[in-house]
């Protein structure tokens, strides 16, 4: 191990001795690990979309975002999304083998629902992040961290699906819409049952109406059917309203 990952997992393990309760983890894991990454991390300023760090290198791999990875998100999310070195891709994915996707700060209190025994490998990742402030990790397993386009296809009808779905749970984190029910939800749903909400191919409900799930697959529709503008997309008006401005509590009109 380098000496720069054993600095990284002394950190994590000073994250862990600093959350004594799960209500307060957050809170806990954001506090040391930003005096953390300061301490770690100095001369890491270029930590940005060219990184390619792996910790443990059979375990997890941590990277930003590609060009073309980048542009697929800027072209559906426009400027709603937060600083995109701030979004990483990570080489674990949930029990069930699905994607997911949670703030950096979520991490330490759902640390071993995500990987059990071995939490201190995704504390030692919130160390690593911190300096930049909140970051959100997309779990797109290892086929995903490899490509984040074209490495689902057995699920994506159109490449970059998978990654423009799970990006919206970083949208709804920057929009602060993430809550701890959430959060538990989210795990159950992604990591333990492999489970989606089903949403009508002709919705018309408000967009604050739908759950965190649903609000993904909205978006991901939309992608997949073609990013339609017409008023034949029935998908489009949630990402005209709501989306791409950034209001998730604005009014969608059909």
């Not at 071993?112 to 997309?138: D, M, Q, S, T, W």
């Not at 998978?162 to 701890?180: D, N, P």
Request: with cysteine.
């Amino acid at each position: 191990m380098s000496l720069f990952s054993k600095a990284v997992k002394h950190a994590a393990g000073q994250v862990r001795h600093a959350v004594d309760d799960v209500e307060d983890a957050a809170q806990h894991v954001a506090d040391e690990a930003n005096k953390l990454g300061k301490r770690f991390l100095n001369g890491l300023e270029d930590f940005g979309a060219e990184l390619e760090q792996i910790y443990d290198a059979l375990t997890i791999g941590i990277r930003g975002l590609r060009g073309e990875e980048r542009e697929i998100l800027k072209r559906v999310y426009q400027g709603s999304l937060p600083p995109i070195k701030n979004i990483l891709v990570v080489s674990l994915i949930g029990v069930s083998g699905r994607p997911f996707t949670l703030p950096a700060s979520f991490v330490a209190a759902v640390a071993n629902l995500i990987l059990p025994g071995c939490e201190e490998l995704l504390l030692a990742l919130v160390a690593l992040v911190a300096k930049r402030g909140e970051c959100y990790f997309l779990f797109l397993g290892r086929s995903g961290y490899n490509d984040a386009i074209n490495g689902f296809p057995e699920h994506d009808g159109k490449a970059g699906q998978t990654l423009v779905h799970e990006a919206c749970h970083v949208w709804q984190g920057y929009h602060q819409l993430f809550t701890w029910g959430y959060i538990f939800n989210s795990i159950y749903y992604q990591c333990c049952t492999g489970g989606a909400y089903n949403v009508p191919d002709s919705p018309t409900a408000q967009w604050d109406h739908y759950g965190a799930e649903q609000e993904a697959v909205i978006v991901e529709k939309w992608f997949e059917n073609g990013e339609g503008t017409g008023d034949d997309d029935h998908y489009y008006p949630y990402v005209k309203c709501n989306v791409r401005p950034g209001k998730p509590h604005a009014t969608t009109q059909f």
